[in-house]
């Protein structure tokens, strides 16, 4: 039996990490050194604090240093792209880089919210092609998503965000994206008119996340029953939102899908390799265990 790293030729260790700034509680450290472990690859990926001052010459260093590669988290999403040799099309259309692969020396920018995110709704929910989707909030994360739904075929999507015209940008940049996906904004005022015909609500605001364990986003008595709720938050785990539309016998997704399967996407980039999910899914929920409960 042959091992995964004769088919991808790997001689010396992976370099691997993530920058941001703040790092420290970053979850991805532990599911990619499991990742790593798991598929037999020698090499180790470290949290890597990089203040906004230092980005260019991180990336420089990354390189000199023979990184294979990196996440990329807050605040450097978007200025990174600048700092890159080449923009993969899901960077490009989704205006931030969560992954840089470095190839021979040529980085390259990728973005694997959006499609980890659509991944796991689609595992939990099904197929969503011809779905209404009601999108709250219009920041990095839900350009990212707007744009994997379009990918799937949804028949609307409406984004209801507090501010307005940053909701009409989105559209503004994805429409000609969108082939026959209707997509649109609307205000608060007509949420509940946009939520009595949606198939999928989404959350993306970070109203909710903790410590904010008692905010939601919307009133649940404008959620039809039965629907799909979804918020990408994953800390906690089931939010205030999520709990509510359980009790509406809604089915709800929460965030911590698209947090592995961003981090597969990303691991399969650098090494060529499937990602082990199931076990990087059980290092996250301990890592997160670990954060409320530590010893
Ligand atoms: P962002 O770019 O800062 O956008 C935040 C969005 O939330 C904006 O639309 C903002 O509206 C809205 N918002 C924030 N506070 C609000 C409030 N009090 N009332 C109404 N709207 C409010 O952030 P992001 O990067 O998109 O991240 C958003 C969320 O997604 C966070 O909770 C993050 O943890 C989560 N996320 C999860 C994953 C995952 O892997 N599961 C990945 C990425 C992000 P305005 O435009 O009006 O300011």
């Given at each position: 039996m042959?091992?995964?790293?004769?088919?991808?030729?790997?001689?010396a260790?992976l370099?691997?990490?993530?920058?941001?700034?703040?790092?420290?509680?970053s979850?991805?450290?532990?599911?990619?050194?499991?990742?790593?472990?798991?598929?037999?690859?020698?090499?180790?990926?470290?949290?890597?604090?990089?203040?906004?001052?230092?980005?260019?010459?991180?990336?420089?260093?990354?390189?000199?240093?023979?990184?294979?590669?990196?996440?990329?988290?807050?605040?450097?999403?978007?200025?990174?792209?600048?700092?890159?040799?080449?923009?993969?099309?899901?960077?490009?259309?989704?205006?931030?880089?969560?992954?840089?692969?470095?190839?021979?020396?040529?980085?390259?920018?990728y973005?694997?919210?959006?499609?980890g995110?659509?991944?796991?709704?689609?595992?939990?929910?099904?197929?969503?092609?011809?779905?209404?989707?009601?999108?709250?909030?219009?920041?990095?994360?839900?350009?990212?998503?707007?744009?994997?739904?379009?990918?799937?075929?949804?028949?609307?999507?409406?984004?209801?965000?507090?501010?307005?015209?940053r909701?009409d940008?989105?559209?503004?940049?994805?429409?000609?994206?969108?082939?026959?996906?209707?997509?649109?904004?609307?205000?608060?005022?007509?949420?509940?008119?946009?939520?009595?015909?949606?198939?999928?609500l989404?959350?993306?605001?970070?109203?909710?996340?903790?410590?904010?364990?008692d905010?939601?986003?919307?009133?649940a008595?404008?959620?039809?029953?039965?629907?799909?709720?979804?918020?990408?938050?994953?800390?906690?785990?089931?939010?205030?939102?999520?709990?509510?539309a359980?009790?509406?016998?809604?089915?709800v997704?929460?965030?911590l899908?698209?947090?592995?399967?961003?981090?597969?996407?990303?691991?399969?980039?650098?090494?060529?390799?499937?990602?082990?999910?199931?076990?990087?899914?059980?290092?996250?929920l301990?890592?997160?265990?670990?954060?409320?409960?530590?010893?």
């Amino acid at each position: 039996m042959t091992g995964p790293t004769e088919h991808v030729h790997i001689h010396a260790p992976l370099l691997l990490g993530v920058i941001g700034d703040p790092i420290a509680h970053s979850k991805s450290p532990a599911m990619h050194n499991i990742a790593l472990e798991a598929a037999g690859l020698p090499g180790m990926y470290v949290p890597l604090h990089v203040k906004p001052e230092h980005l260019a010459e991180a990336v420089t260093g990354a390189r000199a240093l023979g990184f294979s590669g990196f996440n990329v988290t807050i605040p450097h999403k978007v200025e990174i792209m600048t700092l890159l040799d080449e923009l993969d099309e899901s960077a490009i259309s989704c205006g931030a880089v969560n992954t840089v692969v470095i190839r021979d020396g040529i980085t390259t920018g990728y973005n694997t919210d959006g499609i980890g995110y659509v991944r796991s709704l689609k595992e939990e929910t099904g197929e969503l092609n011809g779905k209404k989707v009601v999108v709250l909030g219009a920041g990095g994360a839900a350009r990212g998503i707007v744009y994997a739904l379009l990918k799937e075929h949804v028949s609307d999507v409406v984004i209801v965000n507090r501010t307005r015209e940053r909701a009409d940008e989105l559209i503004s940049i994805l429409t000609d994206k969108a082939e026959g996906t209707s997509l649109s904004s609307a205000s608060q005022d007509e949420l509940e008119s946009v939520l009595s015909s949606a198939d999928i609500l989404i959350n993306t605001t970070s109203i909710g996340m903790h410590p904010d364990l008692d905010a939601t986003p919307v009133d649940a008595a404008l959620i039809p029953e039965g629907i799909v709720v979804s918020d990408l938050i994953y800390n906690p785990l089931e939010t205030r939102l999520l709990r509510e539309a359980k009790a509406r016998g809604c089915t709800v997704v929460g965030g911590l899908g698209m947090f592995i399967y961003q981090g597969a996407y990303a691991f399969e980039y650098w090494t060529g390799v499937e990602a082990p999910v199931s076990l990087m899914h059980s290092a996250v929920l301990e890592a997160l265990n670990h954060e409320h409960n530590p010893l």
